[in-house]
């Protein structure tokens, strides 16, 4: 399972499982996406971690509209610990590490496309989620 970010909505809440793994006193959190397509890097900060049960899980809420300019796509994402007091960041440790999905449509508007005509058993309906009728 993957992490998502809909870009259309204002906010995104992610949950994940960092503060067990830290070694800081009082840590923030950085968060590195790298696209799977053209290997491009986005970092930024999550804010406070709103879980109410912290030894369970992490809660952090994101603006969108705070986020680095990225486009839709896959992404490798790694979490990393940093003192705000200090400019050095252990790249080498990362707290962790999974997949994330950019997307920007809701995900409702599903278009399938398929060939009215003449169909065998061996026909496939494909999914374009970006497919417009009108256009």
């Known amino acids: 399972m993957s992490l998502k970010i809909n870009l259309n909505e204002s906010s995104q809440k992610f949950i994940v499982t960092v503060t067990e793994c830290v070694t800081l006193t009082d840590p923030s959190f950085l968060m590195v996406l790298t696209s799977d397509f053209t290997n491009k890097r986005f970092s930024f900060i999550l804010g406070t971690n709103s879980s109410p049960l912290k ?44 997949l994330l ?27 374009d989620p970006f497919y417009n009728e009108g256009a």
Do not use: C
Not at 73 to 95: A, H, P, R, T
Not at 103 to 116: A, G, M, R
């Open 101 to 127: 999905d950019i997307v920007n449509t809701n995900y409702e508007d599903i278009d399938y496309i398929t060939d009215e005509g003449e169909e065998t058993d061996d026909d496939f309906i494909t999914y």
């Open 55 to 98: 030894e369970r899980y992490d809660e952090f809420i994101i603006q969108t509209n705070t986020l680095p300019e990225m486009e839709r796509g896959n992404y490798v994402y790694k979490i990393y610990e940093f003192d705000e007091n200090e400019n050095e960041i252990n790249q080498s440790k990362y707290l962790e590490i999974g």
